[in-house]
């Protein structure tokens, strides 16, 4: 079956703009999380959602970044007035169950951000 | 909080030369263990993981991992590497829901 999809796969934007991430879990996966791949900071938990829920979003990085996701499915990820710090890998990954760290975690191939 | 140190940031193995990958990591209770790969322009693929039991657990392509609770280590092992296996690996505990990933090691392979 389908794997977990995003889109776009590369957006490059300029600072001070807006931006919206797409993540398509795996069909029937509850469990849907956001994860940032940069230079010199490693990959990093933003946040996560149960159903159309998000219990833990600890991990995004000011209030310029929010998430969505409806339908229990599809998920955005929007950032606002872009800064050139924001550039980095965004990668999305859904898990069957959730709440469970031992519920594996499939990653989609991520967006490459680049904030000019 | 959890954390997860991988201290190799590159490591260069001949092909058919054996591999060790090494983890450690910080977390008060069980933890629960991952090793994941990169491919270049690719998202991160499960190689193995360790919630409980025996201490050696198998992987895909022919990967191992051995938990080591009095070292807070589990280190990736490969007894023989393809040039295929050239990739970023990365550690991660698990707590709750979310992964805590170490800063992952580079590894390219050498004909």
């Known amino acids: 079956g389908a794997g977990v999809s995003q889109s776009p796969s590369n957006k490059v934007t300029e600072k001070g703009k807006d931006v919206e991430l797409r993540c398509d879990p795996i069909?029937?996966?509850?469990?849907l999380y956001w994860y940032r791949q940069s230079l010199g900071q490693g990959l990093e938990f933003l946040i996560y959602f149960q159903g159309n829920s998000a219990p833990d979003k600890s991990g995004l990085p000011s209030d310029r970044f929010s998430a969505e996701r409806t339908g229990g499915s599809v998920s955005t990820l929007t950032i606002q007035r872009t800064q050139q710090e924001d550039s980095a890998v965004y990668l999305c990954?859904?898990?069957?169950?959730?709440?469970?760290?031992?519920?594996?975690?499939?990653f989609g191939p991520g967006t490459r951000l680049t904030v000019l | 909080a959890q954390s997860v140190t991988q201290p190799d940031i590159h490591i260069t193995v001949s092909e058919g030369a054996s591999l060790e990958l090494r983890c450690n990591y910080s977390y008060g209770a069980t933890p629960y263990l991952f090793w994941y790969v990169q491919s270049p322009g690719q998202g991160l693929q499960l190689l193995l993981k360790y919630f409980s039991g025996d201490t050696l657990v198998q992987g895909i392509k022919g990967f191992e991992a051995e938990f080591k609770r009095s070292q807070s280590s589990f280190n990736l092992r490969k007894p023989s590497v393809h040039w295929s296996d050239a990739a970023e690996y990365f550690c991660a505990v698990g707590a709750y829901e979310k992964l805590t990933f170490g800063t992952g090691t580079r590894l390219t392979i050498i004909p």
């Open positions: 990954a859904s898990s069957l169950t959730s709440g469970r760290a031992t519920d594996t975690q499939y």
């Open positions: 069909s029937g996966h509850t469990a």
